[in-house]
Nanobody, 128 residues
């Protein structure tokens, strides 16, 4: 049974930092590109960041470039999202997702429909 479990969310003041972590189990982690998405109240789910199987290719939505960093640790089967200089508009439930890509170590996608597995989400609240 595949499980993605996010942790690290919480309440932080604007300008602060949080580090989200997602622990994957029940899958061969090295075969999956990974992504982070978020959903704010009353809004649609939004892509945040993605990382390829190799970890060498990353991509970010413009609104978080320079502030967020995605990384993966294949030894621990985890993917992290370091979030710095947080803003109130970053408030959302953050989800990690796994995209099965056995034939490409460099591929990643921003399209949520391409991801095979999702975590339950972790709440991030940024106060002004």
């Amino acid at each position: 049974q595949v499980q993605l479990v996010e942790s690290g969310g919480g309440l932080v003041q604007a300008g602060g930092s949080l580090r989200l972590s997602c622990a994957a189990s029940g899958l061969t982690f090295s075969n999956y590109a990974m992504g982070w998405f978020r959903q704010a109240p009353g809004k649609e789910r939004e892509f945040v960041a993605a990382i390829s199987r190799s970890g060498l290719s990353t991509y970010y939505v413009d609104s978080v470039k320079g502030r967020f960093t995605i990384s993966r640790d294949s030894a621990k089967n985890t993917v992290a999202l370091q979030m710095n200089s947080l803003k109130p508009e970053d408030t959302a439930v953050y989800y990690c997702a796994a995209d099965f890509q056995p034939s490409s170590r460099s591929y990643y996608t921003t399209r949520g429909t391409e991801y095979n597995y999702w975590g339950q989400g972790t709440q991030v609240t940024v106060s002004s």
